[in-house]
T-cell receptor
Framework: KQEVTQIPAALSVPEGENLVLNCSFT??????LQWFRQDPGKGLTSLLL?????REQTSGRLNASLDKSSGRSTLYIAASQPGDSATYLC?????????????FGTGTRLTVIP | NAGVMQNPRHLVRRRGQEARLRCSPM?????VYWYRQLPEEGLKFMVY????????ESGMPKERFSAEFPKEGPSILRIQQVVRGDSAAYFC????????????FGDGTRLSIL
């Protein structure tokens, strides 16, 4: 059974700091991994998608890495801003045929202090 | 290009009533997924549909819950005889198809049971 864990559950950093969010998964047989942000009372915004054959993806100040064999992914946020405050979720997709659903971690709640 | 549209945003029902949640996928997307987020928990997969077909309903409770995605119109998640434990945020996601494609989420429907 696939389990996804995100550590830490909450993180506060001063504005301008670089930070890393961690995601681990128990079953390395994944198809891809997706990082999202969720603002309070809102839906999920897709940030980055990494296919299982890839090592990392970059978008602006965000960089996500994937080490499938060890069951880990990190989301690196450079030069953090107050607008980055949100809950960050990682989700993995299994390789099993027909199993297109995502398994989610419980998220890291990030607060960037001005 | 409109994103995934869910309505209503908030829904209040009394125990024993029926709840109907609607989801219109992004234009060009034929795959729809429903997830549930219970208070203080992560998102859990419920059901995966393509037009007129249920592909995977392994995450959906066996009783009182049903889902459809007709040829015309939005996808509907229906909960009959609601109970307090059904109170949650229900999110819909869509993708154009294929496990390698990212899922895009709506803002969710917050269901409260009195």
């Amino acid at each position: 059974k696939q389990e996804v864990t995100q550590i830490p559950a909450a993180l506060s950093v001063p504005e301008g700091e670089n930070l890393v969010l961690n995601c681990s998964f128990t079953d390395s047989a994944i198809y891809n991994l997706q990082w999202f942000r969720q603002d309070p009372g809102k839906g999920l915004t897709s940030l980055l998608l990494i296919q299982s054959s890839q090592r990392e993806q970059t978008s602006g100040r965000l960089n996500a890495s994937l080490d499938k064999s060890s069951g880990r992914s990190t989301l690196y946020i450079a030069a953090s801003q107050p607008g980055d405050s949100a809950t960050y979720l990682c989700a993995v997709r299994r390789t099993q045929t027909g199993a297109n659903n995502l398994f989610f971690g419980t998220g890291t709640r990030l607060t960037v202090i001005p | 290009n409109a994103g995934v549209m869910q309505n209503p945003r908030h829904l209040v029902r009394r125990r024993g009533q029926e709840a109907r949640l609607r989801c219109s996928p992004m234009k060009g997307h034929s795959h729809v997924y429903w997830y549930r987020q219970l208070p203080e928990e992560g998102l859990k997969f419920m059901v995966y549909l393509q037009k007129e077909n249920i592909i995977d309903e392994s995450g959906m409770p066996k009783e009182r819950f049903s889902a459809e995605f007709p040829k015309e119109g939005p996808s509907i998640l229906r909960i009959q005889q609601v109970v307090r434990g059904d109170s949650a945020a229900y999110f819909c996601a869509s993708s154009p198809g294929g496990a390698h494609q990212p899922q895009h989420f709506g803002d969710g429907t917050r269901l409260s049971i009195l």
